[in-house]
Structure formats: structure tokens, C-alpha cells
């Protein structure tokens, strides 16, 4: 499975910043239920603009299904065959 670690496109990379900021909302979702109230960051920043919040929440869907799948683009695909190389030498 390619990580992309040897470089990928703007839209991998995007994907997996956001990947990371999801992740982190949701455990403090988690947490916060755990306590009594409400640690989902996303919904604090723009819980007064529920469209944009929607996107946001779009937006980590379609990474996930991004990382899941991997990116189609030529520049990913090309880290990936660099990365599969690297990791047959060692």
C-alpha cells in the first residue's frame, strides 16, 4: 500500500491533512460526549454557517474514500511505484 511518503499531489496531500483534522474532531467529539458537552471544533468555528460546516464534513468524506482507493492522478501513481522500489531494496 502506497503512503504517498515520497511525495503525491496537492489533492493527496489536502486529503490527508484533512484526514488527520477529522480524526482529531471526532475524538474530541468523543470526549466531550464523555463529559457533558460539546468538543466538536468543526461546529465551534462554524456551527453559525451550517453549509460551509456541511462541506467541511463533505470534504472528509471524499479524503477518506481518497485514501482508501488511492488518488488516479500520475503524480501519486509515480510516488507510489518510487516507494514500491525503495521498499523491495530493503
Avoid at 6 to 14: R, S
Avoid at 32 to 39: A, F, T
Avoid at 53 to 76: D, N, Q, T, W
Wanted: net charge positive.
Amino acid at each position: 500500500m502506497c503512503n504517498g511518503k515520497h511525495g503525491g499531489c496537492p489533492v493527496a496531500k489536502t486529503a490527508k491533512v484533512l484526514l488527520i483534522i477529522g480524526g482529531l474532531n471526532w475524538g474530541l467529539v468523543g470526549v466531550g460526549m464523555l463529559l457533558n458537552s460539546n468538543w466538536n471544533v468543526v461546529n465551534l468555528l462554524l456551527g453559525s454557517w451550517p453549509i460551509v460546516e456541511a462541506i467541511v464534513y463533505i470534504l472528509v468524506g471524499i479524503s477518506a474514500v481518497i485514501k482508501i482507493f488511492g488518488c488516479p492522478c500520475k503524480k501519486c501513481k509515480e510516488a507510489c511505484s518510487v516507494e514500491g522500489k525503495t521498499e523491495t531494496k530493503m
